[in-house]
């Protein structure tokens, strides 16, 4: 005879109690939400045997000036790292200014608005990938009124069939006299040491007026995939209060366009920085801060409809992963064990500059590192809770909130 017991409403089946070893494959039985989730939702049940879980460690770079970080030299928002010539490349957003960042306000031809502000794409190379040589200039901010004429920054690089490109964001006035408003430009080579030549016309299209990407698109990351150029991109939206950032996709059989917009945009609801690779036949995505999935790694069997895959601490900054497939478009994508991310700000806002790091991980289906696999990280510097102390306005509501309790006793 069948044992039935009750919890409000809902009648369930009396089972035995969940085995003491966890299986490694879903368990044929009821089960709760959260371990259903636990079984569907993850590459594994447990994180160490997840092939998107991985904690992160840092190194600082070798080869790089940053002028004392007196805030008027930066560099940040680097591309995905490729192996060409025997050697790595690199490029990011280089700015060298007389003064650090001023605001839109104080901002003029020579001081800039904001870090990223009056930059050019410089890149560098290296051997290692610890201790990097600065090549210089790749692409440098063009006449006026060509796009990109007020700054180019936040470039991505695609190898298709035996050219280069590298896409990024042209800034036609001052960060901050509307908002973050840009298209996206492309340049193209022979080589990763250029020369480059740009395209001149705008690579990807805002959306229409009341879209959700109508202002601004972001952070242009190109992949092959299925034979065309996957081109991920970033777009503020919104503004209530402040505006969120999510991640839409645009497809192309041509690097220089015309794209096509995906009709699910935004195909990820949530990162500020979020950077994609091949992972098996689909893509994943490390999805840094905003939104509610932030601190995650997702995964798209289609390159399209992302689902969380592991939650994660510490993900580097605007990470320009070593992605050794990104071209190859072959349904086998292997994962990633290292790249350039960045520090923004670096050391505090006052500073107003970003600096490279190398950051390593272990999301490959051919690595197995135990300690990146790590779940359970003890900080135990109590400094480095206190870093993360109440603001004043806090401080004041809890003591206005201590007052009208002792008032109400009194009374």
Known sequence: ?????????????????????????????????????????????????????????????????????????????????IFENGKYYVWYTYRNTPTKPQGAKKSNDSIPSADWDLSEIWYATSTDGFTWEEQGVAI?????????????????????????????????????????????????ADSPDGPWTPYNKIAVNNGKEGEWDQYSIHDPHPFVYKDKIYLYYKSDFDGDPKLVRMSG???????????????????????????????KEGMAAMVLKDGNEHFTIQYAEDGINFEIASIVEMMPGAPGPFVPDAFNSNGNGRGITWGISHLSPAFSWKHGMSILMRFDCDLSLDVHDAEMKRHEVYHMNPEYFYKHGLSGKQLQRIKKANEQLKNKNHN
């Not at 636990?38 to 092939?51: I, S």
């Not at 063009?142 to 964001?169: C, E, H, M």
């Not at 945009?265 to 690779?277: A, L, Q, R």
């Open 249 to 279: 996709l645009a497809i192309s059989k041509n690097p220089l366009g015309p794209f096509e917009k995906c009709p699910l945009n935004p195909v990820i609801n949530s990162g500020h920085e979020t950077v994609m690779f091949p992972f």
């Open 140 to 188: 440098p901010r063009p006449p006026k009124p060509n796009i990109g004429w007020r700054s180019v920054s936040t470039a991505d690089i695609l190898k298709f069939k035996g050219k280069y490109y590298l896409y990024y964001q042209g800034f036609m006035e001052a960060s901050g006299k509307r908002g973050d408003d840009c298209p996206v430009a492309v340049s193209y």
């Open 1 to 81: 005879m069948l044992a039935f017991f009750f919890t409000g409403s809902l009648t369930l089946n009396a089972q035995e109690g969940f085995p003491f070893k966890l299986p490694k494959e879903k368990p044929d039985r009821e089960l709760s939400a959260a371990m259903e989730r636990n079984y569907t939702q993850y590459m594994a049940p447990r994180p160490e045997h997840n092939e998107l879980y991985t904690q992160f460690k840092y190194t600082e770079l070798k080869g790089f000036d940053y002028n004392g970080y007196d805030g008027t030299i930066s560099r940040r928002d680097p591309s995905k790292v």
